[in-house]
């Protein structure tokens, strides 16, 4: 047990699929774990260990935000030895050519701030995909014949941005999305050794105003699940 989870050693898998919405993190682990298992429950993060495909998987809510995924991000790491680290979340499109319900993947990821930054100081580390994850993630959308596109998105601190001059200058620089965990997940995971990377579901659009209800983002963006499933174990 750390601080924030409660599963006992060996109790989560090698490698984990993080949504932000522990809901999501439910829904996932019933719709496509054999034999899930509640693993956490500590402060309602819900965390489930399966299998997929005879594989080990564990799905565990991060919360919403750097600080919250980097508290679980650590945890999985450090105090239960997961090694690929998958976050499958929601994120709002910058670009019109990037369309609702569309699958992108966080080849980079640009912040403001993240918890890292306390460590990182001065430096401007760039936060990047695992190159193999990345590669079969494409591959494995590609297959299915799920719009997928690759490239930097925006990890947030604030959802409600008044900001529209920084969505400006992201969009001028081809940021595709915007959402709040990626670059922080990709920084523990570098600094642990560890592989991760973002798939994320569109499911807004910052540009034209479209939106998907608060049920359809909870359980209907199950192609990056199977596309998170492929790539961690292809
Ligand atoms: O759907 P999830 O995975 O939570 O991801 C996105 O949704 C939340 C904001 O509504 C933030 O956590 C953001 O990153
Ligand atoms: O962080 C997020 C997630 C989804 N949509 C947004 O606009 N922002």
């Not at 682990?29 to 965390?47: I, P, S």
């Not at 990047?128 to 590669?135: E, G, M």
């Not at 642990?192 to 909870?218: C, K, M, Y």
Request: net charge negative; aromatic share 8%.
């Amino acid at each position: 047990m750390t601080f924030h989870i409660g599963a006992r050693p060996g109790e989560i898998a090698e490698t984990v699929l993080l949504p932000g919405d522990p809901y999501r993190a439910r829904w996932a682990a019933q719709t496509f774990l054999k034999d899930a298992v509640l693993v956490n429950e500590v402060r309602g993060m819900l965390g489930y260990t399966g299998t997929w495909n005879g594989h080990r998987v564990t799905i565990h809510g991060s919360g919403m935000g750097m600080p919250s995924l980097s508290i679980y991000a650590n945890e999985l790491i450090r105090d239960y030895g997961a090694k690929t680290l998958i976050r499958i979340g929601s994120a709002g499109a910058l670009p019109e050519h990037v369309k609702v319900r569309d699958v992108i993947l966080a080849q980079t990821c640009s912040t403001v701030g993240s918890p890292s930054r306390t460590i990182l100081k001065e430096l401007n580390f760039a936060p990047c995909a695992d190159f193999h994850l990345l590669s079969k993630a494409y591959a494995a959308a590609m297959a299915r014949g799920t719009p997928v596109h690759v490239g930097g998105i925006y990890s947030s601190d604030t959802f409600y941005d008044e900001r529209p001059d920084l969505s400006e200058q992201l969009l001028r620089h081809g940021c595709l999305g915007v959402e709040m965990e990626a670059a922080e997940l990709y920084m523990v995971a570098a600094r642990h050794g560890a592989r991760a990377l973002a798939v994320l579901t569109v499911s807004d659009h910052i540009t034209t105003g479209e939106a998907l209800p608060a049920d359809q983002r909870e359980r209907s963006f199950g192609a990056m699940v199977e596309i998170a499933l492929e790539a961690a174990f292809a």
